[in-house]
């Protein structure tokens, strides 16, 4: 059973620098940052494969960076050039299971994390 841990969020203010963690179990061959601001659906933020392979929802293209390191087992996501419109709650999320190309909709993902905040001020 996969299990997911958020850490690194926080304040900072607009074009400041921020970086998330996710400490996960085992090995799930898709995982990705979501967010949920007030009033908002959940969405997908960036994906990460087995292989490595990114991929970015268009507002954040760059500007935020995925990553893992799967000998700590954790997830990153790097956010750099923050703006107020990041402001969410952000959530790690994993996919058992060998995709061609991982999905971004968050129905798709089975496991999340408690979430961590990231406040962006202007």
């Known amino acids: 059973q996969v299990r997911l841990a958020e850490s690194g969020g926080g304040s900072v203010q607009a074009g400041g620098s921020l970086r998330l963690s996710c400490k996960h179990s085992?090995?799930?061959?898709?995982l990705g940052w979501f967010r949920q601001a007030p009033g908002k659906e959940r969405e997908g933020v960036a994906i990460?494969?087995?292989?490595?392979?990114?991929q970015y929802e268009d507002s954040v293209k760059g500007r935020f960076t995925i990553s893992k390191d799967d000998f700590k087992t954790t997830l990153y996501l790097d956010v750099n050039n923050a703006k107020p419109e990041d402001t969410a709650m952000y959530y790690c999320?994993?996919?058992?299971?060998?995709?061609?190309?991982?999905?971004?909709?968050?129905?798709?993902?089975?496991?999340w994390g408690q979430g961590t905040q990231v406040t962006v001020s202007s």
């Open positions: 999320a994993a996919r058992v299971g060998y995709f061609d190309v991982c999905p971004r909709h968050p129905d798709m993902y089975q496991t």
């Open positions: 085992g090995f799930p061959y898709c």
């Open positions: 990460i494969d087995g292989v490595g392979e990114p």
